[in-house]
């Protein structure tokens, strides 16, 4: 039995409805409710209550049975308007009540609240503008202070204890997640430091930050341009910006969860470009197929392989040079053994800029070598891309127009932010659509009101997808593409600086002379300088790098990262992408590994 029925007067004929307007009035004008005196006992006031957006704890009513003989419901607080409650018979009332007892209060608690948002805006601002300067003060102030440690290092057992990280039943107050906040600031490594040089990606551009934080805020899902217009149209600007620089002038693209997937995007595309059967009848409907990469190239290739069904023994891995390049003629040579064992070859990945040498294929020839086979050839631009941003390195890309498919990650050498990585594609044939196209009829409507076209979310594997765009965007406006040729050209320069740096100094030796921006050099301790033709000279060497990198860690002054390669031990790669690196930066850089190491 509904608490107010359809037949009362003056009642919508569907719970919930509003009352009729007085003619000539509006919401504005309606009069609260007036109860007569006495109608309801105290005990049954947690109805009202709950009917009126109160809450479920009782309250007495305002007002006072003297004044007017009756008291009167207010507004609820947060809407235009409160609820108004009509002096239906208080023994109808407790019989509901009774009901909902034995029921377990269950239509008490669907109701209860419902007039009000179930949050505190008010307070939920105020927490945010305390939150936002935690932010700049923790990590953008802080975290880029040169005076201040890149990362408090803790074991995890202590991590754990100091963080209390167990989820709990209830809540806590705002200040004490303030406290949260600066803690999981301050135990957080300081990406955006000067002296961080650990990974690909470094730096804190204030630009694209805002970037980020707009993207989180407006939480929508780039797939329709309904509920995306803006960033639908951006995304697109932004693709065949990064297509031109690439030297293509038309084409396809989408921004992808890392270089990872858009190394497995372009695989999957090639593969479905030279066998489109294999969407619908599945791998048993191919011949074994064969793809190719050099031995240099990132480990992304060989995992693409595995997730599509393809496999690792058929990823040929192709010789490089001395310097991690490409070897064009063991290409060739592959491709014929694959040929020669009954597989398919359809695919080569060529890589600018591997992971530790930091190396660039050959393009043109590798490219000459898919012409005369037929291959679609990918380029692994992720980490070396941005250097066609440069007039003065953007030879390193020579051929890279000749490619079917880029693979880009402005995140890296450009400072945007995590992530931001771009699949380009030469294709115009819709091939992205028709590869990963499934046309759910909820979201992809053929018949909405506006041009389709612009729902560009079924070219990708995902539904949902994060809005990558806008923080390049923003910072492409802030600086222009003549800023982000400067950015580019001064982490060659510190690179330069570097290497002239470490063949002047004692103790540091080059593995080999840099072409990009990735510094491989070994620091020799004193007790090991001069005694290179002593049989366990590689092996005490190989130690060297793991211990200064134990002991910086825990003080906490930089962080750069390290690792063997092939027959050589363990020695430093050194990278600079933050536009915020200085001289002085550098100089201590090399200071401290010399002090960290001057007693091993």
Wanted: hydrophobic share 40%; glycine share 10%; charged share 25%.
């Amino acid at each position: 039995m509904p608490l107010v029925p359809p037949s009362h007067p003056g009642v919508g004929a569907k719970w919930g409805g509003a009352p009729p307007e007085p003619p000539g009035q509006g919401r504005a004008h309606r009069r609260p409710l007036t109860l007569p005196s006495g109608a309801f006992s105290r005990d049954q006031q947690p109805v009202l209550g709950a009917l009126g957006g109160a809450g479920p704890s009782p309250r007495p009513l305002p007002g006072d049975a003297s004044a007017g003989g009756g008291r009167t419901l207010p507004r609820s607080p947060g809407r235009g308007r409160g609820c108004r409650l009509l002096p239906f018979a208080p023994a109808l009332v407790v019989r509901n009540r009774a009901r909902d007892e034995r029921r377990g209060g269950a239509v008490m608690a669907e109701g209860s609240g419902l007039e009000r948002p179930g949050l505190d805006r008010a307070a939920g601002e105020e927490f945010l503008r305390e939150a936002f300067e935690v932010l700049l003060d923790e990590v953008v102030r802080k975290g880029t202070d040169t005076a201040l440690k890149v990362c408090d290092w803790r074991e995890p057992r202590e991590l754990r204890a100091l963080l209390d990280l167990e989820l709990r039943s209830h809540g806590e107050p705002p200040q004490r997640l303030l406290q949260r906040c600066r803690d999981v600031a301050r135990y957080s490594v300081k990406t955006g430091h000067p002296r961080f040089f650990n990974q690909l990606f470094s730096g804190l551009d204030h630009h694209a930050l805002a970037g980020r934080l707009l993207t989180e805020a407006l939480n929508t899902s780039q797939y329709t341009y309904e509920i995306a217009p803006v960033f639908v149209l951006m995304e697109e600007v932004v693709l065949a910006k990064l297509r031109e620089l690439v030297g293509w002038s038309s084409g396809d693209g989408t921004f992808c969860p890392g270089g990872s997937i858009s190394n497995m995007y372009a695989m999957n595309v090639a593969r479905f470009q030279r066998f489109p059967e294999g969407r619908q009848r599945g791998s048993r409907a191919l011949p074994r197929l064969a793809l190719f990469a050099s031995q240099e190239s990132h480990y992304s290739i060989e995992k693409g392989a595995a997730f599509l069904g393809i496999g690792t023994d058929n990823v040929f891995l192709v010789r490089t040079d001395e310097r991690g390049k490409m070897i064009p003629e063991e290409l060739e040579k592959e491709i014929e053994r694959a040929k020669g064992e009954g597989a398919v070859p359809f695919f080569v990945s060529a890589t600018c800029g591997t992971t530790v040498l930091g190396a660039f294929d050959p393009l043109g020839s590798v490219a000459d070598v898919c012409q005369r086979h037929g291959l679609w050839l990918h380029v692994d631009a992720a980490w070396g891309g941005s250097a066609l941003l440069s007039r003065t390195h953007r030879h390193l890309l020579a051929g890279i127009e000749r490619a079917d498919s880029v693979a880009w990650n402005p995140h890296k050498m450009l400072a945007v932010g995590l992530q931001c990585s771009a699949l380009l594609l030469r294709d115009t044939s819709g091939l992205l659509q028709r590869c990963h196209g499934a046309g759910a009829a909820y979201l992809f409507q053929p018949d909405k009101f506006y041009d389709v076209a612009y729902d560009t979310g079924d070219k990708t594997v995902q539904c949902g997808r994060r809005v990558d765009c806008l923080k390049l965007w923003l910072l492409w406006k802030a600086v222009g593409t003549e800023g982000l040729e400067r950015r580019v050209d001064r982490a060659f320069a510190c690179t330069r600086y570097l290497a002239e740096e470490v063949r002047r100094r004692d103790g540091f030796q080059l593995v080999l002379e840099p072409e990009f921006i990735n510094l491989c050099f070994w620091f020799v301790p004193p007790s090991l300088r001069g005694r290179e033709g002593c049989e366990d000279f590689w092996l005490r060497l190989g130690k060297v790098a793991p211990a200064i990198k134990e002991r910086m860690m825990k003080e906490g002054s930089m962080m750069v990262g390290y690792q063997p390669h092939g027959a050589r031990v363990n020695f430093f790669r050194q990278i600079v992408t933050s536009p915020a690196v200085t001289r002085a930066d550098l100089d201590f850089f090399l200071d401290e590994i010399e002090r960290l190491g001057r007693d091993l």
